[in-house]
């Protein structure tokens, strides 16, 4: 692990916090060199997923041209969220190296450390419960799916 990585998206995450912003910052590595960078930007741009992680990820993948990025790893100034981690694994990263925890951001204040204890609950006693309805509906567009030839896999 080259740690500059690491202490970049620190950089970028105090550099943040001057301006206005979160204390979070990403940066996205491929071969040796940076592909992606990110800030939060969720007060910024009224956008509850602008996470670090996750400008980072679409800036990657902007740059790269492709959705994957296998052969990528994270370096995040703190420990990524259930959502920024669940985009980073759609993203097929193949590491993820991270300074801070969930538990230093929840004594600054951030609520991170709820979300891990809401996904070890069952989906009907979480604090937004999760119903199923219309399964059978719901199910049409996974047939439409398999049967499209045209499908580009994620």
């Avoid at 204040?109 to 399964?135: I, S």
Wanted: aromatic share 8%.
């Amino acid at each position: 692990m080259d740690k500059e990585y690491l202490r970049r998206a620190i950089a970028l995450a105090e550099q943040n916090v001057r301006v206005g912003g979160g204390p979070f910052g990403a940066v996205i590595v491929k071969d040796g060199a940076i592909v992606g960078e990110g800030v939060n930007r969720v007060t910024a741009t009224q956008d509850p997923t602008a996470h670090a992680e996750v400008v980072a990820i679409r800036a990657a993948g902007e740059s790269l041209g492709t959705h994957d990025l296998s052969g990528c790893e994270i370096h995040a100034s703190c420990e990524p969220c259930p959502m920024c981690w669940g985009a980073i694994l759609w993203a097929r990263m193949d590491r993820i190296f991270y300074a801070a925890t969930q538990s230093d951001a929840a004594a600054a204040g951030f609520d991170d450390v709820n979300f891990y204890d809401e996904l070890a609950k069952p989906a009907a006693q979480r604090r937004t419960p999760m119903v199923e309805a219309l399964r059978d509906e719901g199910a049409r567009p996974f047939a439409a799916w398999r049967e499209f030839s045209g499908k580009v896999r994620y």
